[in-house]
């Protein structure tokens, strides 16, 4: 499918790929691509239907779901004892439990999670 920008603009994509957009000049973009490029401002020459956007990956939307998923994950990574799973600081790092939920976690909602999890005030 074709975009258009309404400015000259350069889209780095996380999948890689990198498209020079010049103001007001379609340009063909991958499928991969099209949710970065509708952020950044690109208007599809074509009606867009929700079959044509990749798939968002699915995260649970509450929290109780997240500090669930965040606990199972924690007594996996605890059980496992690797040193390079934990920060200096004794915390499991954010790249290691997203890897173990499925998600990106902020090192705000895991700070939280973790404190709950050592506290005991696990449900």
């Known amino acids: 499918m074709r975009f258009t920008m309404f400015r000259n603009r350069t889209i780095a ?9 010049k103001k007001g000049e379609p340009h063909f973009v991958p499928p991969q691509m099209y949710a ?14 929700e079959e044509d956007l990749p798939p968002t990956p699915a ?8 500090e669930q998923a965040m606990f199972k994950a924690f007594d996996t990574i605890t059980r496992r004892a690797q040193r390079d799973d934990f920060t200096a600081g004794g915390v499991p790092h954010a790249s290691v439990l997203a890897r ?7 090192a705000k909602e895991r700070d ?12």
Do not use: N
């Not at 994509?13 to 957009?21: N, P, Q």
């Not at 970065?36 to 239907?49: D, N």
């Open 13 to 21: 994509s996380t999948c890689g790929l990198s498209i020079e957009f």
């Open 100 to 106: 173990e939920v499925g998600w990106a976690v902020q």
């Open 59 to 66: 995260t649970p939307a509450q929290l109780a779901e997240r």
């Open 36 to 49: 970065e490029v509708i952020a950044a401002g690109g208007v599809s020459e074509e009606e867009l239907r």
């Open 112 to 123: 939280a999670a973790w404190a709950k999890y050592t506290s005991g005030k696990v449900d």
